[in-house]
């Protein structure tokens, strides 16, 4: 059984950095995409950031593409996502995703291609 688990979240000031992570049990993420959500109180859950199984082929959100940094730790099989200069919209649950049997060179951004997701980890970033 597929079970991903996130870390990291916490309580910061704006400005300031965080490294999410997410660790997978019962599956390996070099065989499926890897992508990050995020869901903010009261709105729907958004794509932040994707890596395809290869781990050579990264995509962002259209909104933000500069202050996420996805990347994949194939030897402790855990996937990061580094957030950097927080601002208080940040401020959401952050999910992780895998698609296990993605398109080639397809790194998706909606929700339903992604069979197994994280329990989330919270950030909440004050000004």
């Known amino acids: 059984q597929v079970r991903l688990v996130e870390s990291g979240g916490g309580s910061v000031q704006a400005g300031d950095s965080l490294r999410l992570s997410c660790a997978a049990f019962?599956?390996?993420?070099?065989?499926?995409?890897t992508a990050w959500f995020r869901q903010v109180s009261g709105k729907e859950r958004e794509f932040v950031a994707g890596?395809?199984?290869?781990?050579?082929?990264?995509k962002y959100a259209d909104w933000d593409q500069d202050r996420f940094i996805i990347s994949r730790n194939n030897v402790e099989n855990i996937v990061y996502l580094e957030v950097n200069t927080l601002k208080p919209e940040d401020t959401a649950v952050y999910y992780c995703?895998?698609?296990?049997?993605?398109?080639?060179?397809?790194?998706?951004?909606?929700?339903?291609?992604?069979?197994?997701w994280g329990q989330g980890t919270q950030v909440t970033v004050s000004s």
């Open positions: 995703a895998v698609d296990r049997d993605p398109d080639v060179d397809i790194i998706d951004t909606v929700e339903w291609p992604y069979d197994y």
């Open positions: 890596m395809d199984l290869t781990g050579t082929k990264t």
């Open positions: 019962g599956h390996t993420f070099a065989l499926s995409t």
